[in-house]
């Protein structure tokens, strides 16, 4: 690990926390993340191989404890890694007000649905096997389809077709949806502009905004 040479606290914190991606592994373990391939869907563009690296980094600094249960790892945040939750809630905020600026590769579909999962507001869905279909128009076909399913308090999200009768069908762009998701534009006046498309019965698609919702930082003000 590499050192800046300084006895000042600031400096000392990121010597260990400025790696990249180390923020974006301990952003995922704060959002409930617990086992390696989780790590993995919420960092999609990180390899197998650093991710590995960085969580050792993080054991060795008593930020993270590993556990291991019918050889399975699981990773959990120490006391000293809960006490980084403000820290990155203060970047996440932070970024979300300056920040706006989403550039063609900033894009990730698997990113962006694995997110939409695990932030799904389960209450305000039916309690039967409710199922959300999406299609990215801007996507490789390979990633264009999506489908969100909510059976009670179980999520899922496929890339495939799970075979279930669609409940209803959200179309539009990755960028768009990314937007909305970011808080950078609402799903109604994305709808009303033409950039999203809700398919279904009325009284299902009307809730459909609600069901989803958006992210964790998309109601942080912006600057005029």
Not at 14 to 25: G, I, K, N, S
Not at 47 to 58: D, Q, T, V
Not at 116 to 122: A, G, K, S, Y
Not at 149 to 155: E, F, W, Y
Request: hydrophobic share 40%; glycine share 8%; net charge negative.
């Amino acid at each position: 690990m590499s050192t800046y040479g300084q006895f000042c606290p600031v400096a000392k914190a990121m010597e260990v926390l400025d790696e990249r991606w180390t923020l974006l592994v301990v952003r995922e373990l704060l959002l409930g993340s617990r086992h390696f391939n989780e790590l993995r869907r919420g960092n999609p563009k990180m390899s197998p191989a650093l991710l590995s690296k960085r969580l050792r980094s993080l054991e060795r600094a008593g930020i993270v404890r590993r556990s291991e249960n019918d050889g399975r790892s699981a990773y959990e945040l120490t006391e000293s890694g809960l006490e980084l939750r403000p820290i990155v809630e203060g970047l996440g905020a932070w970024g979300s007000r300056w920040i706006g600026v989403l550039g063609d590769e900033d894009l990730d579909p698997h990113l962006l649905m694995w997110d939409v999962r695990r932030t799904v507001p389960v209450d305000a869905w039916p309690r039967d096997r409710t199922v959300l279909a999406f299609r990215f128009s801007d996507v490789t076909p390979k990633a264009s389809r999506w489908w969100l399913l909510v059976t009670g308090a179980d999520v899922d999200i496929c890339d495939y077709d799970p075979g279930f009768e669609v409940t209803a069908s959200v179309d539009t762009t990755l960028r768009t949806m990314t937007e909305i998701w970011r808080g950078d534009r609402d799903w109604w006046s994305a709808i009303r502009n033409g950039l999203l498309t809700l398919d279904g019965p009325s009284d299902v698609t009307r809730e459909v905004p609600a069901w989803v919702g958006q992210g964790i930082f998309s109601s942080v003000p912006r600057p005029a």
